[in-house]
């Protein structure tokens, strides 16, 4: 009874101690640095076993935590454990707890410290399954907070991705706000497919989490929360989705016109995976689709390209043994071709003709896409390609497809003609690429073709060559019956025909 007694004067005694200390400091602003050096005191009292006596404690440190010297204070002191617990022991405190730690989370040493001791499991319960709005939202500024740390925000960063989407980490750290109503609401887009069934299951997770360690930090405060390294919320809607810089990427070959949100990022992100996945496959494939239509959608970011450095890589990787490789970055060099900064750079780069002739001789379908390139990039008037072109004979590789009746496309040698047309008309190299070309027979029967009025057909394997005075109609026809190179004219079979028209 006496022991009861003591104990009951005790509480008393600590209940008014600590409201005249909050009186103090309220009344008296700058006196909180007196606290310092009793913090481990003050945290105990946390827990203790009487309601007002914690919420009393909370209220001094809402106001302790305003002074930078006593955040200092309570961080070398190593007494988190004591605060985390009170958002389950104390429900009603939650708003206090989140006060006090948006407060502490200013010192890098503090977030390290909660993060071992299991912050990020109770903000994200709080952040899932709270049914307060305003604690959530005080939950989202504090992560916010945590995620801007210069030194540890990346870490804390990697475990959220552990389980949330990357989109909602980066709202996270844009707005509180609207990282809780994308929480809230469903999506299915190139950055985030998010459903019901996606949330109830973080919050189941992050619900069975939590109090596997709130109870574990009850028996022993100082317990540290230890993440599985293989951990990771694995959501149904996503299982063999492809993902690359935080973006899905089939829903983006879907939706090529969608804005990411980090363009230049994403854009890098493709072109260094579209090099990781040089062994070819339906992943390599999509990824080059990707990329594709992402440079096809926003040429904003074609001028971005020769800066960041992926067009000399993509030169060397299409020297790869891969018939793979070297269509994809033939294909990849289509829409880059269009950019006069990305074709000075191409030209500025050692032996990228002669890679790009590499590429094209390691398959048929590579030839058309080849041709295309060559079309592209010497229409823009830069001599340095030029004399790379004559270095590596590619004027006698062209017109070895100008030849080809079987294997070169029609639309292909539409573009092959353009290309050596536009070479020969080079200030410093033409003379020679004239040279080169005077002197083929295959040459004489296309030059004077004019092939803006190239209508593409799928029975197309060739022109109807040979001179021709008027506009130059390609004309289609069967395969196997279309000629190579134009009939001889029959002058006494014309001459008949004329004088019977005659009569």
């Known amino acids: 009874k006496q022991w009861y007694q003591r104990r009951v004067r005790g509480m008393g005694q600590s209940n008014s101690a600590l409201a005249a200390l909050n009186n103090c400091m309220n009344h008296n602003p700058g006196n909180e640095v007196t606290c310092c050096g009793y913090f481990k005191l003050l945290f105990a009292l946390l827990k203790m076993k009487d309601e007002a006596i914690q919420l009393l404690a909370l209220d001094v440190l809402v106001l302790v935590t305003r002074n930078q010297n006593c955040v200092e204070s309570i961080a070398e002191a190593k007494v988190m454990g004591s605060l985390l617990v009170m958002f389950m022991l104390l429900p009603c405190s939650r708003s206090s707890v989140l006060q006090v730690l948006h407060a502490l989370v200013s010192n890098t040493a503090v977030i390290k410290e909660v993060l071992v001791k299991g912050a990020l499991v109770y903000l994200l319960h709080l952040l899932c399954n709270s049914s307060i709005p305003d604690i959530r939202e005080d939950t989202a500024l504090l992560l916010s907070k945590m995620l801007s740390d210069k030194l540890v925000g990346p870490k804390v960063r990697l475990v959220l991705l552990k389980f949330l989407p990357p989109l909602f980490v980066e709202a996270l750290s844009d707005s509180a706000e609207t990282a809780i109503h994308i929480f809230d609401t469903t999506h299915e887009n190139p950055e985030l497919v998010w459903s019901d069934e996606s949330r109830e299951k973080l919050c189941a997770t992050v619900q069975k989490m939590m109090t596997v360690h709130y109870k574990d930090q009850l028996k022993n405060i100082d317990v540290d929360w230890r993440l599985p390294a293989d951990f990771i919320v694995q959501y149904s809607e996503l299982a063999g989705e492809l993902v690359v810089g935080g973006v899905f990427i089939k829903h983006f070959i879907r939706q090529p016109s ?130 790379q072109a004559i270095q590596v004979d590619l004027v006698g590789y062209l017109l070895s497809l100008l030849e080809d009746a079987f294997h070169t496309p029609a639309s292909a040698k539409a573009q092959v003609v353009i290309a050596l047309k536009a070479m020969q008309m080079d200030m410093l190299w033409g003379e020679k690429v004239q040279n080169k070309l005077n002197s083929s027979s295959v040459w004489a029967s296309y030059k004077d073709q004019k092939h803006d009025l190239f209508l593409e057909d799928t029975k197309v394997v060739g022109f109807l060559t040979g001179p021709v005075g008027a506009a130059g109609y390609l004309t289609a026809g069967p395969a196997n019956i279309s000629p190579d190179m134009p009939p001889p004219l029959n002058t006494s079979v014309n001459e008949g025909r004329r004088k019977r028209h005659d009569l």
Request: overall charge neutral.
């Open 258 to 387: 969608w804005s990411v949100r980090k363009p230049r990022e994403f854009m890098s992100a493709l072109f260094e995976s579209v090099m990781e996945h040089c062994n070819g496959g339906e992943t390599a494939d999509t990824i080059s689709a990707a990329l594709i239509a992402l440079l096809n959608s926003q040429p904003i970011l074609v001028e971005q390209v020769p800066p960041l450095g992926h067009i000399p890589k993509l030169i060397q990787f299409m020297a790869n043994n891969s018939e793979t490789c070297g269509r994809m970055s033939l294909q990849i060099l289509v829409p880059l071709a269009g950019s006069d900064s990305c074709v000075k750079t191409i030209a500025n780069t050692a032996d990228s003709v002669k890679n790009v002739m590499t590429a094209m001789r390691k398959g048929h379908e590579a030839i058309a896409v080849g041709a295309e390139v060559c079309h592209k990039v010497f229409t823009k008037n830069q001599p340095a390609l030029v004399a």
